[in-house]
C-alpha cells in the first residue's frame, strides 16, 4: 500500500508540473501570439541557478529569491532582445528564432553544468 501512496503522490507531482509548464506556455502564447519553444529550457536553466546556488550554501528561500531575480531580469532581456524585434517577423523566423534560444539555453547549461543527472537537495 505505501507502494501504491508513494506513485500516486509522484503522479499528481508530475501532472502538477506538466500543468505549470502547459499553463506558462499558454500564458507566453497569449501574450505574444507566438509559441516559445524554449519555455521548458528557461524554466531548467533557472532549476539550475538555484541548484548551483545551494550547493555553495546559499540557504534555500535565499537561493529562491535570488534566482527568482535572475529569472526575472533574464526574462526581461529576451523579451526585448528576441521576442520584440521578431513581433512582426513571419511566422518561420519566430519559429527559428525560439528554436535557436532553446539550442543556445540547453548548450549552455550543459556548458555549465554537464549534461549529467543532478540531486537537486
Not at 508530475?14 to 524554466?43: K, P, R, S, W
Not at 526575472?72 to 519559429?95: C, D, Q, S, Y
Amino acid at each position: 500500500m505505501e507502494l501504491f501512496t508513494n506513485q500516486v503522490l509522484a503522479g499528481i507531482a508530475t501532472g502538477a508540473i506538466y500543468a505549470c509548464m502547459a499553463l506558462a506556455v499558454v500564458m507566453i502564447y497569449q501574450a505574444i501570439d507566438h509559441l516559445n519553444f524554449a519555455q521548458g529550457e528557461m524554466a531548467m536553466f533557472s532549476t539550475f541557478i538555484s541548484w548551483q546556488l545551494m550547493q555553495w550554501g546559499v540557504p534555500y528561500w535565499a537561493a529562491f529569491l535570488i534566482t527568482l531575480a535572475f529569472s526575472f531580469v533574464a526574462g526581461i532581456a529576451i523579451e526585448r532582445i528576441l521576442f520584440k524585434p521578431l513581433a512582426k517577423a513571419p511566422v518561420l523566423t519566430n519559429v527559428a528564432g525560439f528554436i535557436a534560444l532553446y539550442a543556445i539555453i540547453n548548450s549552455s547549461a550543459g556548458l555549465l553544468w554537464d549534461f549529467t543527472i543532478k540531486q537537486y537537495p
